[in-house]
């Protein structure tokens, strides 16, 4: 469940923090590759305003050490439940924990008119963390649970990358979280065994 209105740089951080996995849940899971990505108050305030869970504008003044603690903590877990279930390795401990996040209410959306007649969606004052943390942990149990959705989680095919998405393209027959980083390393990879092949014939 995104509440803001659509996935924008809001902030020049959010650029470095993005990686579009196809959903929020799995949005958050990336900002641990290549390295820690959320690495302060700042770059969480970016990621929230970036991936649409807050408007932009919303004011996060009360995100400090213990929002980075908690959102890092959810990510874990919500990484430990995705990868465990494309395993068939269940983990049930960190799929608990979700849950229990997920109970709470989240941000409360409301529509905005503008000068212009448009509307927007705005949320009724500042969301507290439980109340994004339950949005996050709502759209990782949405995911897990809607069986079409769950049948296009992928693992990324490239080496050590750990990135999971959704694979929306035609076919299915996506294998790379990005044809240009880890589709390119492949074919980089492939070039280079076939010409070492053709040295040694």
């Known amino acids: 469940m995104v509440l803001g209105a659509s996935k924008s740089p809001y902030h020049p951080a959010y650029s470095e923090l993005r990686f579009d996995a196809g959903r929020v849940c799995l949005d958050l899971v990336a900002t641990t590759h290549p390295a820690e990505r959320l690495d302060g ?73 503008h000068a212009d007649g448009s509307l927007t969606r705005a949320l009724h004052g500042a969301p507290g963390r439980t109340a994004l ?21 992928r693992q990324c095919e490239g080496d050590n990358c750990p990135i999971v998405y959704l694979d929306t393209s035609r076919g299915h027959r996506r294998r790379w979280c990005s044809s240009e980083v880890c589709g390119n390393r492949e074919r980089v990879a492939r070039h280079r065994r076939r010409a070492a092949a053709l040295a040694r014939a």
């Open 133 to 153: 943390l339950a949005a996050v942990a709502r759209d990782a149990v949405d995911l897990l649970t809607d069986p079409v959705a769950r049948s296009l989680l």
């Open 41 to 113: 108050t700042d770059r969480l305030r970016a990621w929230l305003a970036g991936s649409g869970l807050v408007p932009h504008g919303t004011p996060l003044t009360d995100a400090d050490a213990t929002w980075l603690t908690a959102f890092r903590e959810l990510r874990g877990h919500i990484a430990q439940v995705v990868r465990g279930e494309l395993a068939g390795r269940p983990a049930d401990g960190a799929l608990a924990r979700v849950n229990a996040l997920a109970a709470a209410a989240p941000p409360a959306p409301r529509a905005v008119r």
